[in-house]
């Protein structure tokens, strides 16, 4: 699956885009960003208060119950400040 | 009704007329226009850079559009968002909406600018004396968005 990163997600994991594969029983968004945090210091340190991070799977918002599958399209960023 | 999102200004008074031009039941028009700001809790702002997520955001702001036409009698509406380097003075959003009546014009250009201050995937960088910094989002926009929820009880005015 494709991972996206906004914002000072992008700044503190480095990466704005990236290809995982996380093992078969991440199944959920939480459990997806359970096994980010792992993926190195930067993933960790941007994912350290989730409740700042809003997750969209397939350009929808998503809650942390919510499945994810090979092949989707997950995106983290913060609070959204537009207009 | 249309949604564009772009790194170009955009001419407010060219969008007013081309919304209304030739539809005779708009008794009413409506719009916002978002502008960047020198100052920002008591900072001061050199310029801003607008983030987005390309694809979502188009996809947020159509459902956005949808849910203001189910609850107005919408004969149009318009959406423009920029995106990039902005400095203050400088037009960042624009919504018109367009009504046989003004209350219908009226509330639904509200709903839209609020609703899309907490869906629309987009994220402000901000220049100053001190360096750049994301903004956070404000829990005055989530209350002001919070207040549509429900939908609007009256809707008299209807569009015939």
């Avoid at chain 1, 350009?59 to 090979?70: F, I, K, L, S, T």
Wanted: charged share 25%; hydrophobic share 45%.
């Amino acid at each position: 699956m494709k991972v996206l990163y906004f914002a000072w997600l992008k700044a503190k994991t480095g990466v704005s885009e990236q290809e995982v594969s996380p093992p078969a029983e991440v199944t959920t968004v939480a459990a997806l960003l359970d096994w980010l945090k792992g993926q190195g210091p930067g993933h960790a340190e941007a994912l350290a208060d989730l409740s700042v991070v809003k997750v969209a799977v397939n350009q929808e918002y998503a809650r942390p119950g919510d499945p994810v599958r090979p092949g989707d399209e997950i995106a983290l960023f913060p609070p959204v400040t537009g207009g | 009704m249309a949604i564009r999102v772009q790194l170009e200004d955009f001419d407010v008074g060219a969008e007013l007329e081309a919304l209304s031009a030739g539809n005779h039941r708009i008794g009413g028009v409506a719009s916002f226009v978002g502008l960047v700001r020198d100052l920002a809790e008591g900072e001061a702002v050199a310029a801003m850079t607008l983030e987005h997520y390309p694809g979502m955001t188009e996809k947020q702001l159509a459902k956005i559009e949808a849910e203001a036409r189910a609850r107005w009698p919408l004969e149009d509406c318009l959406i423009v968002h920029r995106y990039g380097r902005l400095e203050p003075g400088e037009r960042i959003v624009l919504v018109i909406t367009a009504s046989a009546h003004r209350q219908a014009a009226l509330e639904s250009c509200q709903f839209l600018i609020d609703w899309l201050k907490t869906q629309a995937p987009f994220w402000k960088l901000e220049e100053g004396p001190e360096g750049s910094h994301w903004v956070e989002a404000r829990a005055s926009d989530d209350a002001a968005a919070a207040r549509w929820a429900e939908p609007a009880d009256a809707k008299p005015d209807a569009a015939e």
